[in-house]
């Protein structure tokens, strides 16, 4: 059984640049999550998406967006790329709470 | 609000000593607890759960943790470590019928031989 995709692995973008990734989760897996993982942050809730509708939002600004697509994958959307965006992003896929969730290995971005 | 402490930022241990990792949580009613583990650059990986029941859950790895109402823990356990355990270690906790974890900082573990 595949587990939870992201593409890409690496990403490097410049200043005032928007960014779009990816995520695959567990065929069957309706619920996907994301998370910011920085140094000085840890990891943070971005957003989780439920059969195509947000569901939940962390305490992000309006430049961070994501969808969900009818097969489940999903996608975020990060516009005027801000230095302090670099970092390790993190795609989470569920069948149910009480499952757990399962992490993919996630997109690095960098931003320059 | 919820919230999650790991009060060791980073834990030296030599191989085959046993290791308790601490985790306080901040939550109104019955948590969802998770145990992750992050190998660096990697993803996280789920060593076990509890959601309700037998307080003492059995994890992957070796690894188990006891939920404790009273002190509002959720600490993981191994009694032998291995030195493939070195990787940071993070505990979460999840809210009723949301998919939305809160993490902890993390605590580093390194593992001499």
């Known amino acids: 059984k595949a587990g939870v995709t992201q593409t890409p692995r690496y990403l490097i973008k410049t200043r005032g640049q928007q960014v779009t990734l990816s995520c695959s989760p567990i065929s069957g897996h309706r619920s996907v999550s994301w998370y910011q993982q920085t140094p000085g942050q840890g990891l943070q809730f971005l957003f989780e998406?439920?059969?195509?509708?947000?569901?939940n939002k962390g305490n992000f600004p309006g430049r961070f967006s994501g969808r969900q697509f009818s097969n489940s994958r999903s996608e975020m959307n990060v516009s005027t790329l801000e230095l302090g965006d670099s970092a390790l992003y993190l795609c989470?896929?569920?069948?149910?709470?009480?499952?757990?969730?399962?992490f993919g290995s996630g997109t690095r971005l960098t931003v320059v | 609000a919820q919230s999650v402490t790991q009060p060791d930022i980073h834990i030296t241990v030599s191989e085959g000593a046993s290791l308790e990792l601490r985790c306080n949580y901040s939550y109104g009613a019955t948590p969802y607890l998770f145990w992750y583990v992050q190998s660096p650059g990697q993803g996280l990986q789920l060593l076990l759960k509890y959601f309700s029941g037998d307080t003492l859950v059995q994890g992957i790895k070796g690894f188990e943790a006891e939920f404790k109402r009273s002190q509002s823990s959720f600490n993981l356990r191994k009694p032998s470590v291995h030195w493939s355990d070195a990787a940071e270690y993070f505990c979460a906790v999840g809210t009723y019928n949301t998919d939305k974890l809160i993490f902890g900082t993390g605590t580093r573990l390194q593992v001499f031989p």
């Open positions: 998406y439920f059969s195509e509708t947000q569901r």
């Open positions: 989470a896929s569920s069948s149910g709470q009480d499952y757990g969730y399962t």
